[in-house]
């Protein structure tokens, strides 16, 4: 799960510095954006279901990635800071960007 939340922060960082580089809409942004929605479909796919998972905390959260991190022997605030950090800077380049320099 902790490879499908990478992929999904890496392929949505780097399409939003794409977009940021006025590089919206290029092969490249493609592929990252295809990148960041097969990091979705190995976190959903790889995803525990059923009653007994529940009551866990959401993998997003710092309590979830904390919990993934633990199983692979990664410190924690690493992994939640890395994440954040990607999901920053995706919001920032693919929403925020176009926003304020009225790009397309």
Known sequence: ???????FGIGFAVAGVLVAAALG???A???AISVGLVG????GGFSPRGLAEAGRPPLWSR????AVSSVVGLPARAV?????????LGVAGNLLVPLVLRRP
């Open 1 to 7: 799960m902790l490879a499908g939340l990478g992929m």
């Open 25 to 27: 809409g290029t092969p």
């Open 29 to 31: 942004y493609w592929i």
């Open 40 to 43: 979705i479909g190995v976190v």
């Open 63 to 66: 309590r979830g990635l904390a």
């Open 80 to 88: 939640t800071g890395a994440f954040y950090a990607l999901v920053v």
